[in-house]
């Protein structure tokens, strides 16, 4: 596992990963540190109880959305729409292949 990269706070946001500075023949080992939640449970729910303040931070959040121009849309719904078309085709071929084997074996 040497060539693994582990990221601060990837496997738990409790946890902060600090690797050894000191060198040495053997691989780098991760350090483990617990880290103090920010938020407490409490300030959680009273953020969550302000219709106000979510909505606001839903029109922040919005804002900072990358929508696609038109070209990209149909291209892409276009590649859904024959992704979709192309399995119930296929899903219809089981079928028909299912139904046929039944009636020869029954």
């Known amino acids: ?10 496997l738990c946001p409790l946890v902060q990963v ?3 500075s000191k060198p040495s023949a053997r691989p780098k080992t991760p350090i483990l540190k617990p880290v103090a939640k920010k938020d407490t449970v ?6 969550g109880s302000n219709p106000a303040a979510f909505l606001q931070e839903a029109k922040e959040e919005f804002g ?3 929508w696609p121009d038109r070209q990209q849309w149909i ?3 276009l590649a859904v729409i ?3 078309s192309l399995s119930a ?3 219809s071929l089981i079928d028909n292949l299912f139904e046929w084997v039944s009636q020869l074996v029954f």
């Open 1 to 10: 596992m040497s060539g693994v990269r582990v990221l601060q706070g990837a």
């Open 18 to 20: 600090q690797c050894c």
């Open 42 to 47: 409490e300030n959680q729910q009273r953020q």
């Open 64 to 66: 900072k959305v990358v």
């Open 75 to 77: 291209s892409e719904s």
């Open 82 to 84: 024959f992704m979709v």
């Open 89 to 91: 085709v296929f899903i």
